[in-house]
């Protein structure tokens, strides 16, 4: 058995599916007897668990400890399918319920929140000799969709680059059984996800919040209390170099309406979003400009995928879903739009941030225009605008239905900081320029790499490129973006 | 027909009296003077008595598949698994057994979801182990508690607790002819394991 870092055992692939590392929490200690040893029979690393809370614990101090958990439904000091959606949030592990109960309306709950599998009691032998199959397929799903990405060489070639750069440990090994990085909120994200996953093959410059980083944010939320929390707080807690306060506030912002929604708390905290002490100065200078220029063909570049993007945007979602932001937002007026055109001519107008919601580029799963922007924006309703955009480029490209919307805008500073934000990349339409705002930040600087987790990623290099190639379809003069003011 | 009714007739059935019979034999001597399961015969009568009491469990509806199941899983490594499981499952079961008889003897209210949730617990103990006849009544008793019917909540209990001294008794008397042939075994060869 190889030893971990910490002195816990770590995955041998070689010899998958045996060494598959079990958790079971079950609170009857008869079961708890039996399956230990059901699962020691097929070869399994087995830890047991009476507590639910005892469970989570164990879970979380050995990270990637564990490839399984299977759980009772019905426990004393916690429901199961609230560990179940722990579980998912936190660590990302395939879970597998059981219980006594069959009824149909259980089983759905338990598919609803998230469960790999079902179990009905008493459990048979045979039923837990194949449950490394819901390990593997995790796997193979993580892995086919970083692939998918791979497809397009002018990622490839920013992949090469950002895969130096970045951490290994956010790398996706293609033998290495760590549980995916991909958060999981919803069952229906996840499914969203991966059909998306399919079509497109946009670089993402996001952050995924892999194991160890939402550890590492738990750990500050609980250090700073969290009534008190704050983005920046939790940033500065969590020592992470190349994460943004967007990303953190996102972050944030998900866990909270997660915690929100565990204890059936219908009321969305809105006290404490995220602050944004910094935002950048809004001034219309000719460095800006420029700045905008760069950017906004750097931008334009990085969202261009010429092949298989899904055109989807009608103008009139967009509107309509502008709209929606400005009436929904509470604190901030809606501003104008400015486009990367605009900015070239040299718009004086201050910018003043749009504040339009984000969305978590946390979130890994791509939401059609219609439906899961609405959706996700009415989440966010509450919020301020987490921009902390200090090079935001814009792109007055067309926001087709898979992409992370990053709606709101932020001039670009004229100081061009080392921090981008990190969001997701509009992909773009090639066919669909024009009438479009795209608010987007787009980093476009090598700073970005490092965030990159194996993901295709923006930066200079490969703006240059799609920039050139971009020019080609339009001249950079006659890109109009309307000015919405 | 009341399936708590049906179910009680089970109990009154007469079993053989095997342990009678194992006692008689245990006690017979052979020309030499030394006990006949010493000379190994025992070992087969024993392992025939103890076959014979578990397809009549099995007949009767006591034990189920499972319990084969827990059999074997029985191996080198844990030589007592299946009595382990029951002295586990036995403690649990009567804790349970308690509690629904404390929330039962109050007259007054009924906490109907702790009866639930202590019969969830006990119906899934009982499935662990095979016990088949206690698990079925457990969900005849559940479903009393769902209709809040009282007095089918009470004979419910008592139909419970008769099942499970029931099935108590005759796996203890299990693993007493186990442990006899265990030991006649290790006497016959001493120093040498047994697998069952």
Same mark, same amino acid.
């Given at each position: 058995?190889?030893?971990?870092?910490?002195?816990?055992?770590?995955?041998?692939?070689?010899?998958?599916?045996?060494?598959?590392?079990?958790?079971?929490?079950?609170?009857?200690?008869?079961?708890?007897?039996?399956?230990?040893?059901?699962?020691?029979?097929?070869?399994?690393?087995?830890?047991?668990?009476?507590?639910?809370?005892?469970?989570?614990?164990?879970?979380?101090?050995?990270?990637?400890?564990?490839?399984?958990?299977?759980?009772?439904?019905?426990?004393?000091?916690?429901?199961?399918?609230?560990?179940?959606?722990?579980?998912?949030?936190?660590?990302?592990?395939?879970?597998?319920?059981?219980?006594?109960?069959?009824?149909?309306? #259980?089983?759905?709950?338990?598919?609803?929140?998230?469960?790999?599998?079902?179990?009905?009691?008493?459990? #048979?032998?045979?039923?837990? #000799?194949?449950?490394?199959?819901?390990?593997?397929?995790?796997?193979?799903?993580?892995?086919?969709?970083?692939?998918?990405?791979?497809?397009?060489?002018?990622?490839?070639?920013?992949?090469?680059?950002?895969?130096?750069?970045?951490?290994?440990?956010?790398?996706?090994?293609?033998?290495?059984?760590?549980?995916?990085?991909?958060?999981?909120?919803?069952?229906?994200?996840?499914?969203?996800?991966?059909?998306?996953?399919?079509?497109?093959? =946009?670089?993402?410059?996001?952050?995924?919040?892999?194991?160890?980083?939402?550890?590492?944010? =738990?750990?500050?939320?609980?250090?700073?209390?969290?009534?008190?929390?704050?983005?920046?707080?939790?940033?500065?807690?969590?020592?992470?170099?190349?994460?943004?306060?967007?990303? =953190?506030?996102?972050?944030?912002?998900?866990?909270?309406?997660?915690?929100?929604?565990?204890?059936?708390?219908?009321?969305?905290?809105?006290?404490?979003?995220?602050?944004? *002490?910094?935002?950048?100065? #809004?001034?219309?200078?000719?460095?800006?400009?420029?700045?905008?220029?760069?950017?906004?063909?750097?931008?334009?570049?990085?969202?261009?995928?010429?092949?298989?993007?899904?055109?989807?945007? *009608?103008?009139?979602?967009?509107?309509?879903?502008?709209?929606?932001?400005?009436?929904?937002?509470?604190?901030?007026?809606?501003?104008?739009?400015?486009?990367?055109?605009?900015?070239?001519?040299?718009?004086?107008? *201050?910018?003043?941030?749009?504040?339009?919601?984000?969305?978590?580029?946390?979130?890994?799963?791509?939401?059609?225009?219609?439906?899961?922007?609405?959706?996700?924006?009415?989440?966010?309703?509450?919020?301020?605008?987490?921009?902390? =955009?200090?090079?935001?480029?814009?792109?007055?490209?067309?926001?087709?239905?898979?992409?992370?919307?990053? *709606?709101?805008?932020?001039?670009?500073?004229?100081?061009?900081?080392?921090?981008?934000?990190?969001?997701?990349?509009?992909?773009?339409?090639?066919?669909?320029?024009?009438?479009?705002?795209?608010?987007?930040?787009?980093?476009?600087?090598?700073?970005?790499?490092?965030?990159?987790?194996?993901?295709?990623?923006?930066?200079?290099?490969?703006?240059?490129?799609?920039?050139?190639?971009?020019?080609?379809?339009?001249?950079?003069?006659?890109?109009?973006?309307?000015?919405?003011? | 027909?009341?399936?708590?009714?049906?179910?009680?007739?089970?109990?009154?059935?007469?079993?053989?009296?095997?342990?009678?019979?194992?006692?008689?034999?245990?006690?017979?001597?052979?020309?030499?003077?030394?006990?006949?399961?010493?000379?190994?015969?025992?070992?087969?009568?024993?392992?025939?008595?103890?076959?014979?009491?578990?397809?009549?469990?099995?007949?009767?509806?006591?034990?189920?598949?499972?319990?084969?199941?827990?059999?074997?899983?029985?191996?080198?490594?844990?030589?007592?698994?299946?009595?382990?499981?029951?002295?586990?499952?036995?403690?649990?079961?009567?804790?349970?057994?308690?509690?629904?008889?404390?929330?039962?003897?109050?007259?007054?209210?009924?906490?109907?979801?702790?009866?639930?949730?202590?019969?969830?617990?006990?119906?899934?103990?009982?499935?662990?182990?095979?016990?088949?006849?206690?698990?079925?009544?457990?969900?005849?008793?559940?479903?009393?508690?769902?209709?809040?019917?009282?007095? /089918?909540?009470?004979?419910?209990?008592?139909?419970?607790?008769?099942?499970?001294?029931?099935?108590?008794?005759?796996?203890?008397?299990?693993?007493?002819?186990?442990?006899?042939?265990?030991?006649?075994? /290790?006497?016959?060869?001493?120093?040498?394991?047994?697998?069952?």
């Amino acid at each position: 058995m190889t030893e971990g870092i910490n002195g816990f055992s770590s995955p041998r692939p070689e010899i998958f599916p045996a060494g598959l590392r079990v958790l079971v929490v079950d609170d009857d200690p008869t079961w708890l007897k039996i399956l230990e040893k059901m699962l020691k029979k097929c070869s399994y690393e087995v830890t047991t668990c009476g507590l639910a809370i005892e469970a989570l614990d164990l879970l979380r101090e050995r990270k990637d400890g564990f490839d399984i958990v299977i759980s009772d439904v019905n426990m004393p000091d916690m429901d199961g399918f609230k560990l179940l959606e722990h579980v998912g949030l936190e660590m990302d592990l395939p879970v597998i319920m059981m219980s006594v109960d069959g009824e149909t309306s #259980r089983v759905m709950r338990g598919v609803q929140h998230g469960a790999c599998d079902y179990l009905l009691k008493p459990i #048979r032998m045979k039923e837990l #000799r194949n449950i490394w199959q819901h390990v593997y397929r995790k796997k193979i799903h993580e892995v086919r969709d970083t692939e998918s990405h791979e497809g397009l060489e002018e990622i490839l070639m920013m992949r090469n680059v950002s895969e130096q750069q970045s951490d290994d440990g956010y790398l996706f090994c293609g033998g290495d059984m760590t549980p995916g990085s991909k958060k999981r909120k919803d069952f229906e994200h996840k499914y969203e996800e991966k059909d998306f996953a399919d079509h497109s093959s =946009v670089k993402k410059a996001r952050v995924v919040w892999t194991f160890d980083l939402h550890q590492k944010f =738990v750990k500050a939320v609980n250090l700073i209390g969290f009534e008190k929390v704050g983005p920046k707080k939790i940033l500065d807690l969590m020592n992470v170099p190349w994460l943004t306060r967007e990303n =953190v506030a996102s972050h944030l912002q998900k866990y909270r309406l997660y915690l929100t929604r565990l204890q059936k708390d219908d009321i969305k905290t809105s006290s404490s979003g995220p602050k944004h *002490p910094d935002i950048s100065p #809004r001034d219309a200078t000719e460095s800006r400009t420029e700045s905008l220029k760069v950017q906004q063909n750097e931008a334009v570049s990085s969202h261009r995928t010429p092949n298989n993007l899904i055109i989807q945007n *009608p103008n009139s979602t967009i509107h309509e879903v502008d709209i929606k932001c400005n009436a929904s937002l509470q604190t901030i007026k809606p501003t104008k739009i400015i486009t990367g055109y605009a900015a070239k001519t040299g718009i004086s107008n *201050p910018f003043e941030s749009t504040q339009y919601l984000p969305f978590n580029s946390v979130l890994p799963t791509q939401y059609s225009w219609g439906g899961g922007f609405k959706e996700i924006q009415f989440k966010q309703e509450h919020n301020p605008p987490q921009f902390q =955009v200090q090079n935001s480029c814009f792109t007055g490209l067309g926001l087709p239905a898979q992409q992370y919307i990053m *709606p709101s805008f932020q001039p670009p500073d004229p100081v061009i900081s080392p921090t981008w934000s990190l969001r997701e990349q509009t992909s773009i339409n090639n066919m669909e320029l024009s009438p479009f705002l795209l608010q987007g930040q787009h980093c476009s600087s090598t700073n970005i790499d490092h965030l990159n987790k194996g993901l295709p990623e923006c930066n200079d290099h490969e703006f240059l490129n799609d920039a050139l190639k971009f020019d080609y379809e339009y001249p950079t003069d006659s890109l109009e973006y309307p000015l919405i003011v | 027909m009341n399936p708590l009714t049906h179910l009680s007739s089970y109990v009154h059935k007469k079993t053989p009296k095997l342990s009678e019979v194992n006692l008689r034999f245990l006690n017979s001597k052979a020309k030499t003077g030394v006990p006949l399961w010493l000379l190994g015969f025992g070992a087969v009568r024993l392992r025939t008595d103890m076959n014979r009491l578990l397809s009549l469990l099995f007949h009767q509806g006591v034990l189920d598949e499972q319990f084969l199941q827990l059999q074997q899983l029985q191996d080198q490594t844990s030589p007592n698994f299946v009595s382990e499981v029951v002295t586990i499952y036995f403690h649990e079961s009567e804790k349970q057994l308690r509690n629904l008889r404390n929330i039962l003897l109050d007259r007054e209210m009924w906490d109907y979801v702790k009866l639930g949730i202590h019969l969830n617990q006990l119906m899934g103990s009982s499935s662990s182990i095979g016990a088949k006849r206690v698990r079925n009544i457990c969900a005849a008793f559940r479903t009393a508690v769902e209709q809040n019917n009282r007095s /089918a909540c009470m004979r419910a209990l008592e139909v419970l607790e008769h099942e499970y001294c029931y099935l108590k008794n005759k796996l203890h008397e299990l693993f007493q002819i186990e442990q006899q042939r265990v030991l006649g075994d /290790a006497v016959r060869y001493p120093g040498v394991v047994h697998q069952q």
